[in-house]
């Protein structure tokens, strides 16, 4: 059966982009300077008795480019008679120009942004009928594109024997906000080969708290994020643990939290973890709670070879936890005022404030946290406006960051901890110098589309004026009307894993579902 790698599958199910959503945010390019391409190929482990792996390749750019006259090639010299490299969807524009080396173009304009774009030139890499066991080499891979120096990367391929693990069954428990609960962590071994040992990663909601931190898994703050076995697992077996968690106390209540939980073997985590490494994330520091056993069997002698998961899709299981009781939360929108002269280009700060107790979080499926609408003071003129927020006129929609509107629908991050804020600028033209010329912040609106916040604790505080050239006693600022200071965190209307699943190949999906929203008055 012919498998994508386990990097690839991985990043579909979210656990990449989650990993570097919480340690990552894009770049910021630096205006007119050249534009400089990377790229990345990740390490791949196959199973010499297997169909073989489908990898592709990722390029990123410093600044946000399309490229024309791609060409992607592959030499793969330095596995000669191990394996073999063909295009995963025969095209005329894949070519062999010579042994060992395959040459695909794109006859397509390509778009790319600074957070990279995935899925170029995918292409199977497959075992020879003389591989064996720990055969090992280099794949060579080349990015050229018109104008553009041409970029390069190193991946490492691993040929060993095939493994299939299978995770458990999906476990459901209850706790409330700030309980401990116990979760049961299940893996068989579904082949007919022993498996010398085994990881597992997990991809767990914000609420989910590691209460122990054991010594064989790694952890960021309390967040779970791999572990790692090294006892051999006999074909047939089935081996548990039992994890300790608990339900953070700022969790929204009532609600769910859930986690997925993928298994592999230590040759293929190696090469996730150097891909998280490729893009400066760390899976996190070992604990010191003791050792996590799952059931042990008798270590054979010898060296460990490099072994895959020939049936990748029985890998992943969940968790999913019940939250009880009642923990809630409020928004509140933040307004601005400015002052200025006729001519004038001035800044107002915009957003909202999580006031808690709750955090909200809806970082598994994407979905803003709240919706946002600003409507524009009468007598300005919007010339900068962040890129998160499109103009609205009737039920159509301009293209994100467009100046010009008089109202704006703005989709935040899917995140925001209770005691943080989100803001942004936008920068308004003074055409005509009016007293309280007015415009406002208003957030929680309906919409028919996904997201959202509809059950505020104070829905008075929902609507914050904005205020240019402001008499006394009327300022604009906080939901309540008063005139606050913009303190505490802001993590950015812009959220990391928005990135990445534009990166990842769902950005046509999200661009489409945003341009179709409304908002319902």
């Not at 400089?36 to 410093?62: H, N, Q, R």
Request: with cysteine; charged share 20%; aromatic share 8%.
């Amino acid at each position: 059966m012919l498998t994508h790698s386990t990097r690839r599958w991985l990043a579909g199910l979210g656990v990449a982009g989650a990993f570097v959503a919480a340690s990552a945010s894009p770049a910021v390019a630096v205006e007119e300077a050249p534009i400089k391409l990377g790229l990345y190929f990740g390490d791949t482990t196959i199973a010499t008795d297997s169909a073989g792996k489908v990898e592709s390749t990722t390029v990123y750019s410093s600044a946000p480019v399309v490229l024309r006259e791609v060409t992607v090639r592959y030499d793969y010299r330095d596995l000669a008679d191990k394996v073999t490299l063909a295009a995963e969807t025969p095209s005329e524009y894949c070519t062999t120009p010579e042994k060992g080396v395959l040459l695909c173009a794109d006859p397509f304009e390509i778009g790319v942004e600074e957070w990279g774009l995935g899925g170029i030139a995918p292409v199977v890499i497959a075992p020879t009928k003389g591989a064996k066991d720990g055969d090992a080499g280099t794949l060579k891979v080349t990015l050229s594109a018109a104008g553009l120096d041409s970029v390069s990367h190193d991946a490492k391929i691993r040929l060993g024997e095939g493994v299939d693990l299978a995770a458990g069954p999906e476990t459901e428990e209850s706790a409330t906000p700030g309980g401990k609960f116990s979760s049961a962590l299940q893996v068989s071994n579904a082949g007919e080969t022993t498996a010398k040992g085994a990881s597992v990663i997990f991809y767990n909601d914000y609420g989910i708290r590691a209460d122990k931190h054991y010594s064989n898994c790694t952890y960021v703050d309390d967040e779970l994020r791999s572990c790692h076995f090294d006892d051999d697992l006999a074909a047939g077996a089935t081996y548990s643990a039992s994890l300790a968690y608990r339900i953070g106390e700022d969790a929204y209540a009532p609600g769910a939290e859930y986690g997925e939980i993928i298994w592999m073997t230590p040759a293929e985590f190696e090469d996730f973890d150097a891909y998280l490494d490729s893009v400066g994330v760390s899976v996190g520091k070992p604990g010191t709670d003791g050792k996590l056993s799952l059931a042990k069997l008798p270590t054979k002698a010898g060296t460990r070879g490099f072994q895959a998961d020939t049936e990748p899709y029985n890998n992943g299981s969940a968790l999913i936890v019940k939250v009880t009781g009642k923990n809630g939360t409020d928004l509140q929108a933040i307004g601005d005022n400015a002052s200025g002269k006729k001519g004038d280009k001035v800044d107002v700060t915009i957003g909202f404030r999580n006031n808690g107790p709750a955090t909200l979080d809806r970082s598994r499926g994407g979905s803003a946290v709240t919706h946002m609408n600003v409507e524009i003071p009468k007598n300005t003129t919007v010339v900068a406006a962040p890129e998160f927020c499109s103009p609205i006129k009737g039920e159509e929609w301009g293209e994100p960051g467009q100046p010009g509107g008089r109202v704006y629908g703005c989709f935040p991050t899917p995140f925001i901890k209770a005691g943080d804020q989100e803001t942004a600028d936008f920068t308004l033209r003074i055409d005509k110098v009016v007293p309280n010329d007015t415009g406002a912040v208003k957030i929680n609106l309906p919409c028919e589309c996904d997201g959202g916040f509809y059950d505020d604790l104070k829905p008075a505080n929902d609507v914050a004026k904005i205020l240019v050239n402001a008499t006394g006693g009327s300022g604009g600022g906080d939901g309540d009307g008063g005139s606050l200071p913009i303190t505490g965190q802001s993590t950015g209307l812009i959220a990391g894993l928005g990135a990445l699943l534009l990166a990842a190949g769902v950005g046509g999906y999200l661009v489409a579902k945003r341009r179709r929203t409304r908002f319902v008055a």
